[in-house]
């Protein structure tokens, strides 16, 4: 193609209707035409990144193959298309004010009032281009967060009007609404549908393509009256239908053909045939398992689910593998004391114990770790879950009994989880840990390896902390072998623990790298272990 397209998806009349999801499938059926495509996210917060972020707040906090703490939907993009995303993929209101106000700061407006528009509106226009002028791909999709309306997404919609304006038909809009359904009167309602299409065309964004959420079938004629009201062709009315699950949304929307309509829209050619037969053969598998398993996750913040879940996705990803459905049992790590830990954790085929920070709900974290050490349960720690379970071990197998980490305890005598040199000197928290991608090299004869089916592999981190060396010998002598390392700086990456049918941590978060196409090998060897338990 001779330029870079540009889609950008918006919502209307409430959240979470899942705008990333159907960016994401748009994407999927746009890559499996032959196009080039990548996801971006706009999100209209004033935090810089969500890396401060209490994932109560905001979910689980993403983290890219370059270090960038993104939006939890970038995880869907990567796992929907297998291709990975970068800190142009994310971008926040914050980082777009930050951004005008050191230029400004510099004197690069030449003494110029700064205002909303044009330097505000140009910046955002400036980050939307910056994937396309890269040359790496013939579509943009671009995910306005929020919902029309919103005061905080206001920028974002003038910036997309004066993109459509500037780029024709290189440019268009697909809006995702609600249609409820009111089971008082046994009708659906297409009025917050034109209501929130009013509030574009009142910013003077007209939308091409329309995708109604609903809960049951919209007939032909509610259809047409909606494209009648909102000035759209009827064919560019498109339904997303609730389903079972996110993976059922791509096949969903080729049914609809919106592939079809945008390519039209965008007047680029259709090329090959969306098949889909690797992502069809794993929701068949996905969908029809032959067995069935429980994983305990324990974790802090189990009520919210969304803290967790690229964990979640890459158990759906290894289970369809082997065929098997993973249930997850949910487990509040504050809720774990020495009187029930071992009637919560009894049944369990597996037990993960998840990443997180602070000292809230350590000690039962530490109860599970120990539950699965002396139960021969397989287990796997991710991050912190890996520091856990040195700490657990130093206390309960070493006998340093008050061994802790520098985080949760700076006077404890025994250090096992230490400070990272190079975070020694920082103060400020936003971007400042080991973030993104780093290599490690296994010991061949672990089970990690055995699992990865290599000894150098790439990982993501997140982390600030990390295993103690000066306690290295004594715990590789009583059993927990450290047998992962960074090759430039020596720091363990994974350990294991000897005579155990699958016992390992590692530092890093192989959640992430996990998708459809390539289940995470260290996920899909934890359920194999789970399954032969």
Known sequence: MSSTKYIFVTGGVTSSLGKGIIAAS??????????????????PYLNVDPGTLNPYEHGECYVTEDGAETDLDLGHYERFTNAPTSQANNVTTGRIYQNVIEKERRGDFLGKTVQIIPHITDEIKRNVKLLGSKGKYDIVITEIGGTVGD???????????????????????????LVPFLAASGELKTKPTQHSVKSLLEIGVQPEVLVLRTEHELPQDLRKKVALFCNVEPNSVIQSIDVNTIYEVPLKMREEKLDVTVCEKLKIPLKKEPKLVEWTKFLNRFQNPKTEITVGLVGKYVELHDAYKSIVEAFVHAGAVHECKVNIKWIHSEKLKDANYKEELKNLNAILVAPGFGHRGIEGKILAVKFARENNVPFLGICLGMQI??????????????????????????????????????????????????????????????????????????HRYEFNSEYKEEFEKAGLKPV?????????????????????????HPEYKSTVINPHPLFVGFIKAALEK
């Open 26 to 43: 748009l994407a999927k059926l746009l890559q499996a035409r032959g196009y080039s495509v990548t996801n971006q996210k706009l999100d």
């Open 151 to 177: 005061i905080e997404s206001l920028p974002y919609v003038e910036a997309v009007r004066q993109l459509k304006w500037e780029l024709g038909s290189d440019a268009m809009v697909v809006h995702l609404t």
């Open 389 to 462: 379970s040195v700490i657990e071990f130093a206390r309960n197998v070493l006998k340093l009994e008050e061994a802790d980490s520098l985080e949760m305890n700076p006077q404890t005598p025994h250090p096992v989880i230490n400070l990272m040199e190079e975070q020694k000197n920082v103060t400020e928290k936003g971007g400042t840990m080991r973030l993104g991608s780093y290599a490690c090299t296994l010991h061949k004869t672990s089970k990690i390896a055995d699992a990865y089916g290599e000894t150098e592999i790439t990982e993501r981190h997140r």
């Open 484 to 508: 992962g390392f960074n090759p430039d700086t020596g720091l363990v990456e994974v350990v294991e623990l000897k005579n155990h049918k699958w016992f390992v941590g590692v530092q890093y």
